[in-house]
């Protein structure tokens, strides 16, 4: 019997390295991966034009709004961004409206994405009201929970340190991760009351509102936390030299802790803020170029143990606002994460491997996902093709996504997804989607 598809002339990264090969794809997984000779008939052969073949990215941080703020962004113009980026699976966030917060609000948020979405999606949850719920929500399907510290969104009272602790030992019987915004709410609301009483409405006054020292204070609250329930810790946009230290020591405690980077900590600074204004805002800031060198620094290092985009899109209006403290802050970043991180794999300052690992790899183990990050015999067929030597400028107004704005934008690129596969399915060709919408999965 023939497979279902070949793909062939390929370059492909596989846990032994890139090697000159086709991939048999039949039912949607990946069923041999050989030279050209030895692979099965086929119903469909596809020519990958010698470019290179990666596990499709799995972004773990990403706000698809839907719902009441379909205007920001809905489920189809948000996996339709996803797999123009060569991202296949992403994870979203449940700071929504309504909020993802108990079994009910999940089981709707999961039935109303179904029959939209492009890629695979698996959700987060905020923490419910009460603690027995949480074993519920796992049932009904999350593959984590999202805890803010900056400010409460969903059930739980964030400054009620018992709930926490009841919270985060129900999560650990779950087996699921608690992904972690990291600034501290009492910190922030002092900077923040200071500025506003000296009369600052300045992008300066926004920094200074968000010091580096509350990501530091949020880091150590949830090491603790963590130390008492056993709960595996997953740090978001980790964005400053001083959170990141205190990051590293808790893992040398030998506690489960990871964390992860955005592009735009890596690759903007506070001198974009100051150029860009309200469109270069986001949480936590951008920082000076000594913490983006740290950044580079701890990834380089294998720290840092993912990369995701913090994809969080807004309206325009939303993005003007007159007052620096009414502007809503987040860029989207589904399309503009893996030519970036391409170009600095040309630039020398990333390999293929780390690469793999930070946006692949590591995601899926750390979420537990089955059979995904990988491209090996059995794995789903979640690939991305990309030209590593296409040159081409950031297009913010050609964006999939609503948010068609980006401090990234006329930014010249060099490594450019070609083709997104989503469990054996052609999704994005040439930048165009081919599918339709109901292609990609809920993971549960």
């Not at 119903?43 to 205007?71: E, F, T, W």
């Amino acid at each position: 019997m023939p497979v279902d598809t070949l793909l062939l002339n390929a370059k492909v990264y596989t846990p032994q390295g890139i090697i000159e090969a086709g991939i048999a794809i039949d039912n949607g997984r990946i069923v041999k991966v050989t030279k050209e000779t030895n692979l099965p008939q086929a119903s469909a052969q596809l020519n990958m034009k010698d470019c290179l073949v990666l596990p499709g990215l799995i972004d773990s941080h990403v706000h698809l709004r839907d719902q009441q703020l379909a205007y920001r962004e809905d489920f189809t113009t948000g996996t339709a961004a996803a797999a123009a980026g060569g991202i296949t699976t992403v994870i979203d966030m449940p700071n929504n409206r309504p909020v993802t917060m108990d079994s009910k609000t999940l089981r709707e948020r999961m039935q109303l994405a179904e029959k939209q979405i492009l890629v695979n999606v698996a959700f987060n949850s905020a923490f419910p009201r009460q603690t027995e719920e949480i074993s519920r929500i796992v049932k009904e399907g999350a593959v984590g929970f999202k805890l803010y510290l900056l400010q409460q969104i969903g059930g739980i009272n964030i400054d009620d340190d018992n709930a926490l602790r009841h919270a985060f030992k129900a999560v650990t019987e779950a087996n699921v991760p608690i992904a972690v915004h990291a600034e501290d709410k009492t910190t922030l609301e002092a900077a923040k009351k200071k500025m506003q009483d000296a009369g600052r409405n300045d992008a300066e006054a926004f920094l200074m509102a968000h010091p580096p020292e509350a990501e530091v204070k949020a880091v150590q609250h949830v090491t603790e936390l963590a130390q008492n329930s056993g709960a595996h810790v997953h740090v978001c946009h980790v964005s400053s030299s001083a959170g990141l230290k205190a990051i590293l020591k808790a893992k040398r405690t030998k506690l489960s802790i990871t964390c992860e980077v955005t592009p735009h900590h890596l690759l903007l600074t506070s001198q974009s803020l100051s150029k860009q204004g309200n469109l270069a805002l986001m949480l936590p800031p951008l920082r000076t170029q000594a913490d983006t060198e740290a950044l580079w620094n701890a990834l380089r290092r294998g720290s840092i143990d993912t990369i995701a985009s913090d994809h969080a899109p807004h309206s325009l209006e939303e993005k003007a606002s007159q007052s620096i403290w009414d502007v809503k802050p987040g860029i989207a970043g589904l399309e503009t994460m893996l030519p970036l991180m391409l170009t600095e794999v040309n630039n020398n300052r990333l390999t293929i491997p780390e690469l793999v690992r930070l946006t692949s790899e590591k995601p899926a183990e750390i979420l537990h996902l089955q059979n995904r990050g990988r491209i090996s015999k059995g794995y789903l067929a979640d690939l991305v093709v990309v030209d590593m030597k296409r040159e081409h400028k950031i297009d913010a107004s050609r964006f999939y996504s609503k948010a068609k704005f980006s401090p990234f934008d006329r930014w010249k690129v060099k490594g450019k997804p070609m083709k997104t596969f989503v469990n054996g399915q052609l999704v994005m060709d040439e930048g165009e989607i081919v599918a339709k919408p109901g292609t990609g999965r809920i993971i549960r």
